[in-house]
């Protein structure tokens, strides 16, 4: 069974910095790319940031590109996201996932797992 549970995620001030991380099991980590999505309350699901199977390949959403950053460490089946400059409107749940595929994608459907997300609060 695979699982993968997201931690790191908090209340913080605006200007903050934070990590989250997702540790994966029940699958090869390293052979898959991954990637953050993450969720507001009334808002669809958007793209954060994704990152190939070995970590030389990654991509970001235009409204948090230059402020966080993916990767990865395959010899602990984990994936992070650091997180700086956070502002209010990064205030959602952040949710890690999984692809069968090897470079990153922006669409969620290429990702067919999923964790149960870690909320992320900025308060202004």
């Known amino acids: 069974q695979v699982r993968l549970v997201e931690s790191g995620g908090g209340l913080v001030q605006a200007g903050d910095s934070l990590r989250l991380s997702c540790l994966v099991s029940?699958?090869?980590?390293?052979?898959?790319?991954m990637a953050w999505f993450r969720q507001a309350p009334g808002k669809e699901r958007e793209f954060v940031a994704a990152?190939?199977?070995?970590?030389?390949?990654?991509d970001y959403g235009s409204s948090v590109k230059g402020r966080f950053t993916i990767s990865r460490d395959n010899a602990k089946d984990t994936l992070y996201l650091q997180m700086k400059a956070l502002k209010a409107e990064d205030t959602a749940v952040y949710y890690c996932?999984?692809?069968?595929?090897?470079?990153?994608?922006?669409?969620?459907?290429?990702?067919?797992?999923w964790g149960q997300g870690t909320q992320v609060t900025v308060s202004s």
């Open positions: 029940g699958r090869t980590f390293s052979n898959y790319a």
């Open positions: 990152i190939s199977w070995s970590g030389s390949n990654t």
């Open positions: 996932a999984g692809s069968d595929g090897l470079f990153p994608h922006s669409d969620y459907a290429q990702y067919g797992y």
